[in-house]
Nanobody, 124 residues
Framework: QVQLVESGGGLVQAGGSLKLSCAAS????????MGWFRQTPGKEREFVIA????????YYADSVKGRFTISRDNAKNTAYLQMNSLKPEDTAVYYC?????????????????WGQGTQVTVSS
């Protein structure tokens, strides 16, 4: 079992930056592909970015390319989402997710564990 806890959300002005963290418990973090998703009221949870567990390969949604980066520190059992040049449309609850020994996935059902989410609000 893996438990994920996100932190780092908050209110930021457009053009600003935030860094989210996802702390994982358990011994399988290093073998887990990590992803970030986001959700706004009335909409489905959408894929944002992910990093593979073995090669460090990353994959981005088109909407965040060039602005968001994902990284991981296996020694700290933590994944990070660096968000730069934030836009009002980035406002959402951001969730981290873990997929044990799996390739990068872009759909909700491909991930095994989820955090509780952290709110990111970008003001114009």
């Amino acid at each position: 079992q893996v438990q994920l806890v996100e932190s780092g959300g908050g209110l930021v002005q457009a053009g600003g930056s935030l860094k989210l963290s996802c702390a994982a418990s358990g011994r399988t973090f290093s073998s887990s592909t990590m992803g970030w998703f986001r959700q706004t009221p009335g909409k489905e949870r959408e894929f944002v970015i992910a990093i593979s567990w073995n090669t460090g390969t990353t994959y981005y949604a088109d909407s965040v390319k060039g602005r968001f980066t994902i990284s991981r520190d296996n020694a700290k059992n933590t994944a990070y989402l660096q968000m730069n040049s934030l836009k009002p449309e980035d406002t959402a609850v951001y969730y981290c997710a873990a997929r044990n020994l799996g390739r990068i996935g872009t759909t909700i059902r491909e991930y095994d564990y989820w955090g509780q989410g952290t709110q990111v609000t970008v003001s114009s």
